[in-house]
């Protein structure tokens, strides 16, 4: 095409990108490459190949790794770990700056492997990709900086396995390696099997820049691989992906003491107002649903527009399809490349084929002849239910459904078992601001769409996963408390026989929506005193006592919307409270642990409350520094219903503390009293009852905690189970959390020093970071 027909048309010349300099580096390796482990490559073995999607030409053959890749590994990252974290935070500093200079230096090759990899439009890869990755290790450099003063408390977490997908090969790999390096602890990285090219070539920038052998480690292969490395003898495993893979890795990891961060799936709402400015959102569509062929954990899927404007924004929408170009990737002129492999392109047909509700558009656009390429397509008319509304597709393809009212807009939004992002679309910043807390999601966009920094907490509730990548709270993803836990004994309740002292009943009962209730079992459990006097009755709590407290907490869900002031003035009250009652809960401790620490004890639960009463309006988020005409605002959140089970050695102390500041954080508990030691937790709700706690914002079951634990970890609107207890649950609270994926914090069969002061790591757990992005500027 000449100039004078490209100006007479307006059509696109092509501009396509040289990939000479990435075929070189491809040469230089032969096209064959073994794992990087210990500092240096390996040689090639039991190789599969590694193709481009646009042309389906095989690009090189790697090495599938097996169990001996894997210990080696493993052993390679253990041996360098402890010299790397004594290196201090400036020494992993400078070399993380090396790493994020020399990504700089070599950013084209990076983005042209990328593209040829992976399927992506290079303009994607050379504008989104890697300058993000080069930002997450700048950033990390300057954590790596400020660790020792900013985290004095901290301790690296030793050998960290991290598995990563396909999508964002680079870019996933930053977020994974820069703050594992930055705190101190060395990393076995695995890269999807489709695209492992991005991370081979950052193993050569390791050896360029320094990186000690063994710190970074390499191995490439299948699915099989990444079960391998979950089970390897490491101190966490990090994994972006499947919410399927991501219920597995939960599953295989429950018992283990690894922490466990996971980045899942999406099926992210984007809601279009009727006051928004159409063409805008039309064009930020465009990025959060055909950015990277739809393949984005976050991509705005699931459209939601307001009624009075669907048409003209449907009308609108249809006519920028049509313009989208799809074809060669290495064109800086396309707007969609390639889907990542064929068995994607087949997954993607089969979803879309399968439906039969509502109306399809597919762009009227010229197609590649070959290659793996899926059409943009647009599905309106669809309704919550429909599976296309449900399923991530990850793939170019948009669903969308109307809804006429803000409220309707939240409801239709928050239907989904998923809650990783969301986009708001609206003039009114009013509305904006209001609607985006309602929303399930860890990231809410507003007036604008995948926007990232590693400054800004990512990460999602719900089968979005748990955890955050960026920010701070990223950061301490790969930190543990300084000092080593002792091992905890079980706590055995006291026998005895004979009558009570007091001829009086009083038997305890449950207490479940601010009412005492009697155990749905029917059955009661002796106390007795250390001496063996009978000091009382509790009920044996059961699945259905669960059930009911879990719903009540369920109807206590305004808690959550209360200022913080008001829930700080009623943790006032009741420490005020308790404080008025601390002999008699003194010598009920006393009298059933024999011990001489009750009045402590109790003296230590008053100061925990008034501390979370404290906290509870000072305990905010954080206006992050991101390079945008904007700002990113890391809210915290309440979690919702948190059931724990209490520890056994101290009864009011144990409850307390985990109480206080999950509702001082807008929570709601279910809260297992001490299993030998109830008695404490029974007189307290005595104490919530004078105390203005609303009904259900508190619930108290007692019983053993080995029939409370399950139900309570496989409740599906139980968010999040903390376990203290001395009876060893911590593996079958973590696999039976798995089936809504809610988050879990267990002892692991460690001692708590709960006279220590800790208040702030309560806090932490029983938040949520949301990042909302409010972009400013005509």
Not at 69 to 93: E, H
Not at 312 to 341: E, W
Not at 433 to 446: D, F, H, Q, R, S
Not at 650 to 655: D, T, V, Y
């Amino acid at each position: 095409m000449t100039v004078k027909e490209i100006f007479e048309t307006m059509e696109y010349g092509p501009a396509p990108e040289s990939d000479t300099e990435a075929r070189a580096w491809l040469a230089k390796h032969d096209g064959q490459f073994g794992h990087f482990i210990g500092g240096s490559f390996t040689s090639l073995n039991d190789g599969f190949e590694s193709c481009n999607p646009a042309t389906g030409e095989c690009l090189a053959t790697l090495s599938q790794a097996g169990q001996a890749d894997v210990d080696a590994a493993v052993a390679a990252s253990r041996k360098a770990q402890g010299k790397w974290a004594r290196l201090g935070g400036p020494g992993r500093a400078r070399i993380l700056y090396a790493i994020a200079r020399l990504l700089q230096k070599h950013a084209r090759l990076f983005a042209v492997v990328e593209t040829l990899d992976n399927g992506k439009p290079i303009r994607e890869s050379r504008d989104i990709d890697i300058p993000l990755a080069q930002r997450h290790f700048y950033y990390h450099a300057g954590m790596a900086q400020l660790m020792e003063e900013a985290l004095p408390d901290t301790e690296p977490l030793g050998v960290c396995g991290q598995i990563i997908p396909w999508n964002f090969p680079l870019l996933m790999l930053a977020w994974k390696i820069a703050p594992a390096l930055a705190m101190g602890n060395t990393v076995v990285l695995k890269p999807a099997e489709y695209t492992s090219l991005t991370a081979l070539l950052f193993a050569d920038i390791c050896q360029q820049a320094g990186v000690p052998k063994g710190v970074v480690n390499i191995i490439t292969g299948d699915g099989a691989l990444g079960e391998m490395l979950v089970a390897a003898d490491v101190d966490k495993i990090a994994f972006t992906g499947s919410t399927a893979v991501g219920r597995r890795i939960r599953e295989a990891t429950a018992g283990s003491g690894k922490a466990l961060t996971l980045e899942l799936g999406g099926k992210s709402p984007y809601i279009v107002f009727d006051d928004a400015d159409l063409d805008s959102a039309v064009e930020g569509l465009v990025d959060a649903i055909w950015f990277n062929q739809g393949e984005v954990c976050c991509a705005g899927s699931r459209l939601l527009v307001q009624e009075s404007v669907a048409e003209a924004f449907y009308t609108r929408l249809k006519a920028r399809m049509d313009k989208l170009r799809i074809g060669d990737p290495l064109d800086k002129c396309i707007d969609i490349g390639a889907v990542v492999d064929p068995v994607q392109h087949a997954a993607i047909t089969r979803l879309v084929d399968a439906n039969t509700a509502g109306t399809r558009h597919v762009a009227a656009i010229q197609m590649p002849s070959e290659g793996c390429f899926y059409p943009p397509t647009l599905i309106t008319g669809l309704t919550p239910s429909d599976a296309l509304m449900q399923e991530e597709i990850f793939g170019p393809v948009l669903v969308a459904t109307t809804f006429r009212t803000p409220g309707e807009a939240v409801e239709i939004a928050n239907n989904t078992r998923y809650g990783l992002a969301a986009t708001v679309w609206t003039e009114n910043v009013n509305l904006a601001l209001e609607i985006a807390p309602k929303l399930a999601a860890g990231v809410v966009w507003v007036n604008a769409t995948n926007l990232f920094d590693a400054a800004a907490p990512f990460g999602g509730v719900r089968e979005s996963g748990f955890g955050r990548e960026g920010g701070w709270e990223g950061l301490r993803a790969y930190t543990k408390p300084r000092g080593k836990a002792k091992p905890l004994s079980r706590v055995e309740p006291s026998v005895g026989t004979g009558a009570a002292s007091d001829p009086v009943d009083r038997t305890a009962k449950m207490y479940i929506g601010g009412k005492q209730a009697r155990p749905d079992s029917g059955y009661s459990q002796t106390i007795f005193g250390n001496s063996g006097g009978l000091l009382g009755h509790v009920g044996l709590g059961s699945r259905k006592d669960v059930r009911n407290a879990v719903e009540a907490a369920q109807g206590a869900a305004s808690w959550s919307r209360t200022t913080a002031h008001l829930r700080a003035q009623i943790l006032y009250y009741i420490g005020e409270n308790l404080s008025a009652r601390a002999d008699e809960f003194a010598h009920r401790i006393d009298a059933m642990t024999g011990g001489r620490q009750g009045a402590k004890e109790v003296e230590a639960s008053i100061q925990r409350l008034f501390s979370a009463a404290a906290w509870a309006d000072k305990y905010d988020g954080q206006t992050q520094s991101v390079p945008i005409r904007g700002v990113a605002l890391a809210m915290k959140e309440p979690v919702g219903v948190i059931a724990a089970l209490c520890a056994d050695e101290a009864p009011l102390l144990g409850l307390v503390a985990a109480m206080a500041p999950a509702v001082a954080m807008g929570n709601r508990v279910v809260l297992a009293a001490s299993e030998p030691y109830p008695l404490a937790a029974t007189d307290f709700y005595q104490v919530l009852d004078t105390s203005d706690v609303p009904g259900g914002v508190v619930n108290i079951l007692t019983g053993r905690h080995a029939d409370l634990a399950p139900t309570m970890a496989a409740h599906l609107n139980v968010d999040a189970v903390w376990s203290f207890s001395s009876t060893e649950l911590s593996a079958e609270i973590e696999r039976a959390s798995a089936g809504n994926l809610k988050r879990t914090w267990v002892n692991n069969g460690q001692t708590t020093d709960w006279f220590s002061p800790q208040t702030t790591r309560f806090l932490s757990q029983a938040t949520e970071v949301k990042t909302i992005w409010v972009p400013y500027g005509e």
